[in-house]
């Protein structure tokens, strides 16, 4: 699904994603993946080759913004305080939570570090990876 209006919430209902979501959209070039990190491998001494599955497969989004003014800045800097890190899920809908919340997804960042640039006076761009909380 192509990204129309991407947007923030601490809750499914989008309620209150403006507190979290920027004006402005992701620039193009969004990536999309699936993280199959919750499958084992093990390899037997005869070469039998088993696996475990933990968990199933997991969305994963990384995301840029450029040109972000003061006001979007202090939108995303509250997202990223109020989930702490990686410590507290949020919801992310690619439709601007348009369908009550059927369309969103339960994520959490998957970065350590979060760093605004300058990019011209005033503006500044970040780099947000995300991926599904199962």
Do not use: C, H
């Amino acid at each position: 699904m192509a990204i129309s209006t991407a947007a923030f919430d601490d809750g499914n209902d989008g309620a209150s994603k403006a507190t979290y979501s920027p004006s402005r959209n992701p620039n193009i070039g969004v990536q999309y993946g699936t993280d199959y990190s919750g499958i084992i491998r093990n390899q037997a001494i005869g070469g039998e080759v088993y696996t475990v599955e933990r968990y199933g497969k997991r969305r994963s989004w990384s995301m840029t913004y450029t040109f972000l003014s003061a006001a979007d800045q202090a939108k995303l800097q509250a997202l990223i305080d109020y989930a702490d890190g990686r410590k507290t899920f949020f919801y992310f809908a690619e439709d601007d939570f348009a369908s009550s919340g059927a369309n969103s997804v339960k994520v959490r960042f998957d970065q350590d570090t979060f760093a605004f640039e300058e990019v011209a006076q005033g503006v500044t761009s970040i780099t947000l990876n995300i991926i599904e909380q199962l």
